[in-house]
């Protein structure tokens, strides 16, 4: 594994630690925090994270995320010796979703192709 990759899931676990445990609004209980990019030059990095609920439960996770942000790097900072602290980001990580999606879409190809078998079979 590369540097910036290993440094970027030490930021990812220690990220989730703070949102997990220190940050103490309600509309974070249910955040994970599934992955961290790292810019090459390492000074901006995004967060991604998933948050279980709906839409409005999404948009308010960010929003907190968003404001809590100076506080996040400010305890990473303190928790890892790195140079320098980068920017955070915090993006949603919509690749579960996504990933729903596309088994819904297989299921209903899977069920296209067994009704066609049937009427098929009849004639």
Known sequence: MRRTERVAD???EEIAQIVGYELEDPRL???TVTEVRLSRDKRDAN????VAGDEDEH???LAALKRAAP???KQLGLSLN???????HFVRDRVEEDGERVDQLLNEIGREW?????DEGEA
């Open 114 to 118: 067994e009704s066609k078998g049937k």
């Open 82 to 88: 790195l140079p320098r602290t980068p920017e955070l």
């Open 29 to 31: 209980t249910m955040v």
């Open 47 to 50: 967060i991604y994270v998933t």
């Open 59 to 61: 948009k308010l996770a």
């Open 71 to 73: 506080y996040v790097r």
């Open 10 to 12: 030490i930021i990812r």
